[in-house]
Every structure is written in structure tokens, then in C-alpha cells.
């Protein structure tokens, strides 16, 4: 998604906006925050706020259903994956920054590999399908690696789950540059 330069304006200046609202509503936070907690706090969640309800909130929405996630798996410790996800929503839970896969033995697991050479593809009436560019190899829990690039599917809605059990893995393709580069000498 592409932003123009008037919607960072605008979204910088509501941030701005909200900061100051947080500042000038430290009076009527509870005693129990430290005065630099309330006017920060108020500050975020003001815009917070405000960011959601402008013309770029919608950026940062995550949809209600998710079911499947990608990212970099950070810990193997038997037959669960701590995979790290990339957080969409800056105002969303950190503490979802890093999910717990369970892999079962109804989960299936793939390894993704990039077809050598590039389709080509004709277009307008002409146009036909473009043959995969990958290919899939079943593969087990003990080919996933720390580092490797993973798509996880589940059946359940995952959107704020910190765990969960995987009914689907797709191990990503590695860039062909950097599996080209490696030589024997």
C-alpha cells in the first residue's frame, strides 16, 4: 500500500495533536500513574484514537479473522515453533510479536522451491496461465530450522492467539541469490 504525502502530514499532525491532548489531560488521570505515565498514556491513547479514526487509521486495521501467519522462526523445542510475526498494527499487542506453534501429527508441512527459470506470459486475449513457480516437497518438523521463513495456516481464528496448533506449514523458498552463491571450492 502506497502512502502519499498528505497522509503523513496528516497522520503526523494527529499524532502531534494527541500527544498535546495527553499533556493537558494529566489532571484528570487516576493519582496512581506517575505524572509522566498519565500524560504519556493519555497522549497515546488519544492518538491512538485519532489515528484510527482518520483517513490512514484504516492502514493499520487488522482483520477479525486471521488464519494463517508469516514469519521467522526464532525457537524449536520439540513438537512446538516460536515464530516472531512482524507487527502490522503499531498500536497492537506486542506481546503477539512472537507466537507458539503446535505441530501435530495432522499437520502438514512443505517445503516451497523456486522453479528454475522465469514463465513467460503473454497477455490480453492471448493470455494463458503461468505454471507454478514453486514446488512443493512434504517434508517433516525436523527440516524446519531457527531462521527459516514460515507461512502458518490453522483452522482456528488466530488474529490474537498466542498459541495455537498448526494444521498447515509452508517452509518458504530461500532468494535464488543466495542459493546460487554458494560455490564449491
Do not use: C
Not at 494527529?14 to 494529566?26: C, K, S
Not at 527459470?117 to 494463458?128: F, N, Q, R, V
Request: proline share 6%; no cysteine.
Amino acid at each position: 500500500m502506497k502512502i502519499n504525502s498528505l497522509s503523513l502530514i496528516v497522520g503526523t499532525a494527529l499524532l502531534l495533536v494527541g500527544i498535546a491532548i495527553g499533556v493537558f489531560a494529566d489532571p484528570y488521570l487516576p493519582a496512581s500513574l506517575s505524572n509522566t505515565q498519565k500524560g504519556y498514556q493519555a497522549g497515546f491513547e488519544s492518538a491512538k484514537t485519532l489515528v484510527a479514526s482518520s483517513s490512514i487509521g484504516a492502514m493499520f486495521n487488522t482483520p477479525a479473522d486471521v488464519r494463517s501467519l508469516s514469519g521467522t522462526v526464532t525457537a524449536i523445542n520439540g513438537g512446538t515453533l516460536t515464530l516472531h510475526v512482524g507487527m502490522e498494527d503499531p498500536f497492537g499487542d506486542p506481546a503477539l510479536a512472537d507466537r507458539i506453534v503446535t505441530v501435530d501429527a495432522s499437520t502438514t508441512i512443505v517445503r516451497l522451491s523456486i522453479r528454475p527459470g522465469s514463465p513467460a506470459l503473454a497477455t490480453g486475449k492471448d493470455a494463458i496461465p503461468a505454471p507454478p513457480l514453486f514446488t512443493q516437497t512434504a517434508v517433516s518438523l525436523s527440516n524446519i530450522g531457527i531462521g527459516d521463513p514460515l507461512t502458518v495456516t490453522a483452522t482456528e481464528n488466530i488474529a490474537t492467539a498466542k498459541d495455537f496448533t498448526a494444521t498447515g506449514i509452508q517452509i518458504q523458498a530461500r532468494a535464488l541469490s543466495s542459493a546460487s552463491s554458494t560455490v564449491a571450492r
